[in-house]
């Protein structure tokens, strides 16, 4: 790679660093496996860096790395340390923030794998179906009864059974 190219490359990196980590973070739900997955993902963009550039969408390529990566992790869970609950020390947070990303974490974690990345694809990065089945690699068709399953996984969640109207 000319030293232009890999400029180029590190800028590309540099302007979407942060939401490839959030995104990573939506999809795993913890800050030190988005960490790998984005680094994961840097690592095949810069050994496949031509053809991303050649490619129509270099960050639709970039996504569906990224996504795929996260869907090759949790189908080798033998490969994954396991976390446990206690912390060494915890800092004291802001309460309101907590309770949103709590909330989030435990929602996004009733949902399965591929539910979670349709959710996560479809709703906060606003991918279209068609992009989304694109980047994972499944039928348009899979992508709207994955959406619509997640969905209501997630409105039972939020609205108990009995207090719907």
Do not use: C
């Not at 994955?146 to 939020?158: K, N, Y």
């Amino acid at each position: 790679m000319t030293k232009a190219e890999e400029e180029r490359f590190r800028a590309f990196v540099a302007e979407r660093m942060d939401r490839w980590r959030r995104t990573a973070y939506l999809l795993s739900r913890d800050w030190h496996t988005a960490d790998d997955l984005v680094s994961v993902t840097i690592g095949k963009l810069y050994r496949h860096w031509r053809k991303v550039r050649a490619a129509g969408n270099p960050d639709a390529y970039a996504q569906r790395v990224l996504t795929r990566a996260w869907l090759d992790e949790v189908g080798r869970p033998w490969r994954r340390e396991r976390a446990t609950s206690a912390l060494p020390e915890q800092a004291v947070p802001d309460q309101h923030d907590v309770l949103d990303r709590d909330g989030l974490n435990r929602l996004l974690g009733s949902l399965g794998p591929r539910q979670r990345a349709v959710v996560v694809l479809r709703y906060y990065l606003d991918y279209s179906v068609e992009e989304t089945a694109q980047v994972l690699g499944i039928s348009v068709g899979t992508v709207k009864s994955q959406s619509a399953r997640g969905l209501e996984t997630l409105r039972r969640q939020v609205v108990p059974m009995g207090v719907m109207a």
